[in-house]
């Protein structure tokens, strides 16, 4: 589309009715008419007729003086929101993580004794295993497997540990109940999991939790690198903080659901 067609199809007025609204949702204590105005870079009587408009059309309200955002809005972005798939709202936060950190970025939840991919947002790095979303692999020797198991209760967690498979998938995987049962408690305590070539030779991952509106943990989101690129403790303190920072855009997302 030119920007001639562009400019052409813009309805300006629209614009600045939007306008108002991301103004009245950024003051949820309501604005005066005057405060609209000034806040919108409009005339008092421009302000007026989209307050005035927002009011008949039942997304805002006014009280006295004030004008604030009804109710009504919360219901329509509810609907919207119910209606499309959560791993949507998370695609973009993990695509800008996996951009800025030149990574892989993923998640998962928990399935049996399976982490499975439900989002995932490759590298520019070959990484051996071939990793789609609805992918299995085994919870106890994946950073987001171990986030994930260190959300159960103490007696989900002797289940699992009573029936899972835990076979070695390299050389440095641990498959020592006992101390699988102590590395998941330190995730639990940490809020982090770190696995090393414990999956695959030459591959580390960091996860982190997503948590629902109760602090429940319902998936993980995770970043995997070559070894040769990070060490753990440079993970720690280049990955984490911003897996951290783009977890907690996500979990958003489960708190309003």
Known sequence: MSDEETSRDHVTSLERGLAVMEILAANPAGLTLTETAEKAGLTR??????????????????????????????????????????????????????????????AATLSGEDMVYVARVPGPRIIGVDLQVGAHLPAHCTAMGRVLLSGLGDKEFEAFLARARIEPRTPKTTTDRKRLAEIVAKVRADGYAI???????????????????????????????????????EMEAEILPILQQTAARISDFFVVQ
């Open 45 to 106: 009587a421009g302000a007026r007729r989209f307050l005035l408009t927002l009011v008949a059309t039942g997304y805002a309200v006014q009280a006295g003086r004030n004008f604030s955002l009804s109710p009504r809005l919360l219901t329509q972005a509810r609907i919207w929101l119910h209606g499309v798939p959560l791993w949507t709202f998370a695609e973009p936060f993990m695509r800008e993580t996996a951009a800025r950190l030149h990574e892989s970025c993923s």
């Open 195 to 233: 696995v090393d070539e414990e999956l695959e030779i030459g591959l580390r991952s960091i996860a982190v939790p997503l948590r629902d509106r109760s602090g429940a943990i319902v998936a993980a989101i995770n970043v995997s690198t070559q070894s040769a690129r990070h060490t753990p403790a």
